[in-house]
C-alpha cells in the first residue's frame, strides 16, 4: 500500500491525542481509535499511525497491521465525493462488480485511489446493511439502491456542477 | 487439579484439565506433526495460532477434523492421529501451503533445515495439484537480515518472538486472506524499522523466509587471496554449539576441533573473541568500580546502574526505546569490536601489516554482530575494524563444503598473542556471564583481596530475570540481570522511573544469552539444548588454570605495550564508544 507523504499540523496531532484520550488510551481500543482518526481526516496516512501507536503505546506495525486489514480503512486521501461500493454478497451477485468496472473505466482510477482533480475516489465496502436495496453505491453520505452500469452515468452527472 | 481421561490411538491417557490433545499425545511419545505450533518451554512461550492444519487429527463424534495444538482434551475423547482420513487431509494442506510456495529447495539458503522441506518429506508429497497464483513480493536486504516474504507460510512465529519475547514490536500480519504477510510498519524495509537484528525471529523461522546475510562466499574468496592476511576471532558461545552441527550431543565442547578446523580452512592467524571479553572485562569493570565508587562517596551526577553493553541487539534496542538513557550504559565496545580494534592496530603493527592487507573476520553465535561490523564509528578511513561477521550456522556449512572431517579432527591450540583467554571470558556466551566475570575482577580489584570462590552461583540460571547481592566487604552490591528484551523492559523501565535499585546490569538480547543467539544452529524448539551448552560453558571455564580477567598475560602484555592502563587515552579511542538517538530518526523515513 503506498501512502502520501505529510507533515502532520500540531493541531492535527493535538486532534489525534485528544481522539486516543477519549478511549482512554486504551490499546484495546485501536479499532476505535482508527475509524474516529479516519472520520476526522478522511485517510490514515502513515504519520497519523504513528501517533496512534505512540498514544496507545503499541508498535507500529501493529496498527499498520490493523488499517491493512481491514477494507474500511484507508491510507489514501478520499476524493471529495468518495464513491463507496458495497461489495458484500448480496450486492456482488446482484452486479455489484460490473457498477465497480463502470465507474472505473468513466473515472479512469482504481480502486483505492483519487481522480487527479481530487474530485472523486473509488473505494470497496462489505455489506452496509441494505441488502434489499443491492447493489449498493454510496457518493459521501448519499446511498443509491438498485444501481445498474447505466445508471452510473447518471449519479456521476449529479455532482457535475459541483466543485 | 482436575485430571481427565482420554483415549489416543487405542492408549489411555490421564492429563490435566486445559491440556491440548498434542501435548496429550505428547506423553504417549506420539509426536503430532505440527508447523505453525511451537513451545519453547524454558521460555514460558507457548506459540499455537492453529493456523496451519497440519495437525488435525479425527476426534470420535466431531464432524470435523481438529487441530490437536489448539484443541483441549476433554473427558472420555476418543482420538486417531493416523487414520486414512486424517492422513489424507494432512497432505492435501501441506500440498496446499506448498501450491504457493517457491520449487526451488535445490539452491535454498534453507535447504536441509527447513521444517516445511522436512515435512513434505515425512508426508511423501509427490506432486502439487494445485497449480494457482504464487505470491511474489520484494526481497529486504537489510546489514544482517534477508526477508524474502516468497517463502512466508504465515505461521506467525517471528511475530511472537519479535513482539511477545523482544517487545520490539517490528513485525505485524498485514492485510488479508491470499495477501497477508508478515511485514514491518508500511512494508519498510527491516533497515528502516526499529529492528534489532537479535535474529530470534530467523532462529525461529521454519522456512527460508527470514535468514541472516550469507558472507561465506565473500570469505572463500578472501581466504584464497595471497594479498590478504585473514584473521578469525570465535565468540565463546560457538565452541559450545557448533559440534551439534556435525551430530555430537548438545552441550559437546568443540574448542580445539574448531581451531583446527579454521585452520585447515586457511586463516592465517586462529584467534579468540575470549582475548577481547577479557579486555572487555579490564574497560567495562574499571568503568564500573569509577561510577560505583563516585557513587558510594554521595556524588549525585554519577549515573546509576551501569549496564553493560557488549549485545549488540541489546544496544540497538535502547537506541530506538531509551534514547533518554544513553549516558546509562558503559561505553566499551562489544568484544567483537574490540578484537577488530586491537587487531587492525597493535597487532598490525607487530606484524608489519597496514589494515587494508588485513581482513578481521569473526565467528558468532550472533545475527546483530553482522549489522555491527556495519555501523560507521567502527572503521577508520572507511576500513572497517572487523570486516564480516559469519555465523556458527555458516561456519558449519563452510566446514562441510571443504570436506573436513570434523569429528575426526585432533585438537588444536589458538594462536598467540590474541589466542590467550581466562575462564573469566568464556563464560560471556551464557546469561550471566559478563556480570559474574566483572564481579570476579571488580571484586579483587577494589578490595585488593583474592577471592576464596570464583563460581558466584547466585548469578546463574535460566529465569529471565535474576538478581544478586554480592558483598565487596562491607559493601552490598546489587546486581540484576536480563536475557531477552521484553525482560530487559521491565528493569530498563525502572531505571527509567528512578526505581531501580541496581548497581550494575547485565543484558543480553538473545534467550540464555549468546549461546542462544540467533545465529546458533537451529533447536527446532528444543530449548534444553540451550541449557546444555550453558553448562557446558561453565565447565570450560572451571577447566581453565586462569579465572580472572585481569591475570591474562597477554592483556597484561597489552596494556604494558601499548594501552598504557584501563580507560587510558588510546584505550577511550580504541575500545569505548558512544550511542545515538535512533527513535527521532527513524520516524517517517520513506
Ligand atoms: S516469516 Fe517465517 S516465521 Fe514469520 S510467519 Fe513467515 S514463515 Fe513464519
Ligand atoms: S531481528 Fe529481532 S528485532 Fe528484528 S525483526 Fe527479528 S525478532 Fe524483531
Ligand atoms: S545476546 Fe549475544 S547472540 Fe544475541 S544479539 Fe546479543 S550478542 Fe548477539
Ligand atoms: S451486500 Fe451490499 S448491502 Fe448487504
Ligand atoms: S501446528 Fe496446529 S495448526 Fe499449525
Given amino acids: ?163 | 487439579m482436575e485430571l481427565i481421561k482420554l483415549t489416543i490411538d487405542n492408549r489411555t491417557v490421564e492429563v490435566e484439565k486445559g491440556t491440548t490433545i498434542f501435548l496429550a499425545a505428547k506423553q504417549l511419545d506420539i509426536t503430532i506433526p505440527t508447523l505453525c505450533y511451537m513451545n519453547l518451554k524454558d521460555l514460558n512461550i507457548e506459540h499455537k495460532p492453529g493456523g496451519c492444519r497440519i495437525c488435525v487429527v479425527e476426534v470420535e463424534g466431531r464432524r470435523n477434523l481438529a487441530p490437536a495444538c489448539a484443541t483441549e482434551c476433554s473427558e472420555g475423547m476418543v482420538v486417531k492421529t493416523h487414520s486414512v482420513r486424517v492422513l489424507n487431509a494432512r497432505r492435501t494442506v501441506l500440498e496446499l501451503i506448498i501450491s504457493d510456495h517457491p520449487f526451488d529447495c535445490l539452491v535454498c539458503a534453507k535447504s536441509g533445515m527447513c521444517d516445511l522441506q522436512d515435512m513434505a518429506i515425512k508426508l511423501g508429497v509427490r506432486d502439487i495439484p494445485f497449480k494457482g497464483e504464487k505470491s511474489t513480493y520484494k526481497p529486504d536486504f537489510s546489514p544482517a537480515i534477508i526477508r524474502d516474504m516468497d517463502k512466508c507460510i504465515m505461521c506467525r512465529r517471528c511475530e511472537t518472538m519479535c513482539n511477545d519475547f523482544q517487545t520490539v514490536g517490528v513485525l505485524s500480519g498485514i492485510h488479508r486472506g491470499f495477501e497477508a504477510v508478515v511485514a514491518p510498519a508500511f512494508e519498510r524495509d527491516l533497515d528502516h524499522s526499529e529492528c534489532t537484528y537479535c535474529g530470534q525471529c530467523v532462529a525461529v523461522c521454519p522456512t527460508a523466509a527470514l535468514t541472516e546475510v550469507d558472507h561465506t562466499l565473500q570469505l572463500i574468496n578472501d581466504l584464497s587471496d595471497p594479498a590478504k592476511t585473514v584473521v578469525v576471532q570465535t565468540a565463546p558461545a560457538v565452541r559450545a554449539a557448533l559440534g551439534e552441527e556435525f551430530g555430537m550431543e548438545p552441550g559437546t565442547l568443540v574448542t580445539g576441533k574448531m581451531v583446527a578446523a579454521l585452520r585447515q580452512l586457511g586463516f592465517n592467524f586462529v584467534f579468540d573473541t575470549d582475548f577481547a571479553a577479557d579486555l572487555t572485562i579490564m574497560e567495562e569493570g574499571t568503568e564500573l568500580l569509577d561510577r560505583l565508587t563516585r557513587h558510594l562517596n554521595g556524588d549525585k551526577e554519577v549515573k546509576m546502574p551501569i549496564l553493560t553493553s557488549c549485545c549488540p541487539g541489546w544496544v540497538s534496542f535502547f537506541e530506538y526505546h531509551y534514547p533518554d538513557l544513553l549516558d546509562v550504559p558503559s561505553t566499551a565496545r562489544s568484544p567483537q569490536q574490540m578484537f577488530g580494534a586491537i587487531a587492525k592496530t597493535y597487532f598490525a603493527e607487530k606484524q608489519q601489516l597496514n589494515r587494508k592487507e588485513m581482513i578481521v573476520v569473526s565467528i558468532m553465535p550472533c545475527v546483530a554482530k553482522k549489522y555491527e561490523c556495519t555501523r560507521e564509528e567502527f572503521a577508520t578511513d572507511g576500513n572497517p575494524d572487523v570486516d564480516y561477521s559469519i555465523s556458527t550456522r555458516e561456519l558449519a556449512k563452510l566446514i562441510k563444503s571443504a570436506n573436513i572431517d570434523f569429528k575426526a579432527l585432533p585438537d588444536e591450540d589458538f594462536d598467540k598473542p590474541m589466542g590467550e583467554s581466562t575462564g573469566a571470558a568464556v563464560i560471556f556466551g551464557t546469561t550471566g556471564g559478563v556480570i559474574e566475570a566483572a564481579t570476579r575482577t571488580a571484586y579483587e580489584l577494589h578490595t585488593g583481596e583474592e577471592l576464596e570462590k570464583v563460581d558466584f552461583e547466585a548469578l546463574r540460571g535460566f529465569e529471565g530475570i535474576r538478581s544478586a547481592t554480592v558483598n565487596f566487604k562491607g559493601v552490598d552490591i546489587n546486581i540484576g540481570i536480563a536475557h531477552g528484551l521484553g525482560n530487559a523492559r521491565k528493569l530498563l523501565d525502572d531505571v527509567r522511573a528512578g526505581k531501580s535499585d541496581y548497581h550494575a546490569i547485565e543484558i543480553m538480547a538473545c534467550p540464555g544469552g549468546c549461546i542462544g543467539g540467533g545465529g546458533q544452529p537451529l533447536h527446532h524448539g528444543d530449548t534444553s539444548i540451550l541449557k546444555a551448552r550453558s553448562k557446558a560453558i561453565y565447565a570450560e571455564d572451571e577447566g581453565k588454570t586462569l579465572r580472572k580477567s585481569h591475570l591474562n598475560p597477554d592483556i597484561i602484555k597489552l596494556y604494558d605495550e601499548y594501552l598504557g592502563k584501563p580507560g587510558s587515552e588510546l584505550a577511550h579511542k580504541l575500545l569505548h564508544t558512544h550511542y545515538f538517538d535512533k527513535k527521532t530518526r527513524q520516524i517517517s523515513v520513506d
Wanted: charged residues 25%; negative net charge; contains cysteine.
Fill in chain 1, 1 to 163: 500500500m503506498t501512502s502520501v507523504k505529510l507533515k502532520l499540523k500540531d493541531s492535527d496531532v493535538q486532534k489525534l491525542k485528544e481522539i486516543a484520550h477519549s478511549f482512554n488510551n486504551e490499546a484495546g481500543e485501536l479499532i476505535n481509535v482508527l475509524h474516529k482518526s479516519q472520520e476526522h481526516f478522511g485517510y490514515l496516512p502513515a504519520e497519523v499511525q504513528e501517533v496512534v501507536a505512540e498514544e496507545l503505546n503499541i508498535p507500529v506495525a501493529k496498527v499498520y497491521g490493523v488499517v491493512t486489514f481491514y477494507s474500511f480503512f484507508t491510507m489514501l486521501p478520499r476524493g471529495r465525493y468518495p464513491i463507496s461500493i458495497c461489495t458484500g454478497t448480496a450486492c456482488y451477485v446482484r452486479g455489484a462488480e460490473k457498477v465497480l468496472d463502470e465507474f472505473k473505466r468513466i473515472l479512469k482510477v482504481p480502486v483505492g485511489e483519487t481522480t487527479a482533480d481530487g474530485k472523486f475516489s473509488i473505494t470497496c465496502l462489505r455489506c452496509v446493511g441494505a441488502c434489499g436495496l443491492a447493489p449498493v453505491v454510496m457518493v459521501g453520505d448519499k446511498t443509491y439502491g438498485r444501481v445498474t452500469t447505466d445508471g452510473v452515468k447518471d449519479i456521476l452527472k449529479e455532482y457535475e456542477n459541483e466543485e
